[in-house]
Structure formats: C-alpha cells, structure tokens
C-alpha cells in the first residue's frame, strides 16, 4: 500500500533551519510529484509547493521563495524539504503529500510533522 | 495569491445535506478544472474527498460530490453522518504550476 512516512518532531531556534524527510513506498516514486503542506496551530492549510521526483524541478508558492528547497533522493524513494531563516512564525505541522497525476489532487498524505521554532 | 474565501462554518442534522462553497476568481477556480476537496479530522491528515471539480477518488462514498459554476466550487454531503463531522478545505490550480488552498470550513453534525 501507498506510504508516505515523514520524519520525527523538530525543535529549532530562530535563526536555524530545519531539514524535513518524507519517504515513499508502494508505487513508484518518480511516477508521482511531491507536494509540500503546512499547517499553523488552528490554522488553515497552506501550499509551500512541489518536486517533481523525475527530474528534481521544483515550484516554490512566493511566500516561500528564497527560503525554502526541496530536493529527492530517487534511490532511497525520499524527499526533503528544507526551510532555513525560521521565525516563530514557521512553527507549524509539515505534511508532504503525493500528487494523484497532475492537476488530480494530493492522492496520499505523509503523517505531518510538528516544527517548533522557539528561543 | 489570497486563499480561497469559504465559510468558516456549516452545520447539518443527520441525514440532511450540507453544502459548502469555495470562492475564487477567473484565475483560479474560474480558469481550470482543477479543483479539489479535502477532509481533515484533528489531529490528522488531510484526505482526498474529490478532484477535478466533481470526482471522486476510489473508496470515498458518492455522499460526497462537487460541482463548479464560475469562479465558485461546491462541495456537497448528503445523508450526513456523524464521522462527516471535520474540517473541509477547497484547493484550485492558480497556473504556472503553482496552487492554493482555502480557508477551510469545520462542519458540525448536530
């Protein structure tokens, strides 16, 4: 069955940055982008963007831009997605999530990770 | 790009229907077909409810169904049930490969 298992809880600083995994499983890994989600404590969802697992393209949302990258390993079927500058404002739940084909919708949910950025 | 406008809040008894609404422009749900629904229950995962504006992913029940008229999508649940009870958010392709999701809707099941 389809997979998407991210890593562990974080706790940073301001200033830091944070490096998120999220590794695949149970269909091929490059068949599928990878999308990038966030969610504030009692906030709404919010789009930071995808990777196409293929050829390492990336979109960023402007919000994001500068700050963010994601990258893939097609070996180890894992993305990552690394936010640097981190204020109090970035504390929030990361999911990645697969994309069904494009345009289609996030078809799979990685189980989302909780960033705290606090001094 | 601002967030999709969508009411903050539905409500429905059991059996009746709720319909909730995602607000765009013509450069997002008005321009594609690409708009999607998700449910969120706290604490968890968003879930894929339905894609390109009306279908539905294998396994979700067709209590569940979308529809779309000019800048406006629709998302309806008939026969409401208790495990209905959750947060929906609406999410629309905006172009050069980039989306956006909206604000998000919690349905009660009184």
């Known amino acids: 069955q389809v997979q998407l298992v991210q890593s562990g809880a974080e706790v940073k600083k301001p200033g830091a940055s944070v490096k998120v995994s999220c590794k695949a499983s149970?269909?091929?890994?490059?068949?599928?982008?990878i999308h990038w989600v966030r969610q504030a404590p009692g906030q709404r969802l919010e789009w930071m963007g995808w990777?196409?697992?293929?050829?390492?393209?990336?979109k960023y949302s402007w919000r994001f831009q500068g700050r963010v990258t994601f990258t893939r390993d097609t070996s180890a079927s894992t993305a990552y997605m690394d936010l640097s500058s981190l204020s109090s404002e970035d504390t929030a739940v990361y999911y990645c999530?697969?994309?069904?084909?494009?345009?289609?919708?996030?078809?799979?949910w990685g189980q989302g990770i909780l960033v705290t950025v606090s001094s | 790009q601002s967030a999709l406008t969508q009411p903050p809040s539905a409500s429905g008894s059991p059996g009746q229907s709720v319909t909730i609404s995602c607000t765009g422009t013509?450069?997002?749900?008005?321009?594609?077909?690409?708009v999607s629904w998700y449910q969120q229950h706290p604490g968890k995962a968003p879930k894929l409810m339905i894609y390109?504006?009306?279908k539905r992913p294998s396994g979700v029940p067709d209590r569940f169904s979308g529809s779309k008229s000019g800048n406006t999508a629709s998302l309806t649940v008939s026969g409401l049930q208790a495990e209905d009870e959750a947060d929906y958010y609406c999410?629309?392709?905006?172009?050069?490969?980039?989306?956006?999701f909206g604000l998000g809707t919690r349905v009660t099941v009184l």
């Open positions: 999530a697969k994309e069904g084909f494009p345009g289609a919708g996030l078809d799979y």
């Open positions: 149970g269909y091929t890994f490059t068949a599928s982008a």
């Open positions: 990777v196409n697992t293929a050829n390492g393209n990336t």
């Open positions: 013509s450069s997002d749900v008005g321009g594609y077909k690409y």
């Open positions: 390109e504006v009306n």
């Open positions: 999410s629309s392709y905006v172009g050069s490969d980039n989306y956006v």
